[in-house]
């Protein structure tokens, strides 16, 4: 099967400084990738998407980055904030199917 | 428009019982995705249904089975709980497939 896979498990950063989510994925025919946030007793909320044609894609404060080379995919979280505190999932679409896979997630902590 | 919405939100149940979950997609979604997730565990796929056909199926025994309706609705049921099966189980839709999937807030099961 799949697998995505996170570097780091825990994430504390500064109020305002920048924050940066990593994500290894395994199938390099995957063409379409998410960043999820999950608050604590909700459901994850989308927040940015790429495609594989792209290599970097910008949202509101927030930037994600494809490295189809490494596969390697991070979300940058400009100017963090204590609402920005959550656990993060990246989820990959291989272009074989549609079914989505899911990383164990980052859980990130904004010291205020 | 109105997000995904799941019912219910909580349940408790005990070993043996079964128990029915229901998710309403996004008017218009056609594709409805069930999810098991808990803790320590990223999320685990059960299955997807388009348009009242299942088309993907996650590695979960047959205790585990859902539904679709016409108009997009679906259920989940599992059967013969086991204590094992406490989780959040989460809904996402999508409007077809290989579409961005969005979530509902899930349904808190407790297995005693």
């Known amino acids: 099967g799949e697998s995505v896979g996170l570097h780091l498990p825990t994430l504390s950063v500064q109020e305002g400084d920048n924050s940066i989510i990593n994500c290894a994925y395994s199938?390099?025919?995957?063409?379409?990738f998410i960043w999820y946030k999950q608050e604590s007793g909700k459901g994850p909320q989308f927040i940015i998407d790429?495609?594989?044609?792209?290599d970097k894609r910008q949202g509101q404060r927030v930037t994600v980055l494809l490295n189809k080379t490494v596969k390697h995919l991070s979300l940058q979280i400009a100017a963090t904030q204590p609402g920005d505190s959550a656990v993060y999932f990246c989820a990959e679409l291989p272009n074989t199917g549609n079914q989505f896979y899911f990383g164990t997630g980052t859980s990130l902590t904004v010291i205020p | 428009k109105a997000g995904v919405t799941q019912t219910p939100r909580y349940l408790i149940k005990t070993r043996g019982q079964q128990v029915t979950l229901s998710c309403s997609p996004i008017s218009g979604h056609r594709s409805v995705s069930w999810y098991q997730q808990t803790p320590g565990q990223g999320l685990q796929f059960l299955f997807e249904?388009?348009?009242?056909?299942?088309?993907n199926k996650g590695n979960f025994p047959g205790r585990f089975s859902g539904r679709q309706f016409s108009n997009s609705r679906s259920e989940m049921n599992v059967s013969t709980l086991e204590l094992g099966d406490s989780a959040l189980y989460l809904c996402?839709?999508?409007?077809?497939?290989?579409?961005?999937?969005?979530f509902g807030p899930g349904t808190r099961l407790t297995v005693l």
């Open positions: 199938n390099s025919a995957s063409d379409y």
């Open positions: 996402a839709s999508s409007l077809s497939e290989r579409h961005t999937q969005y």
């Open positions: 790429i495609r594989s044609n792209m």
């Open positions: 249904y388009f348009s009242e056909t299942q088309r």
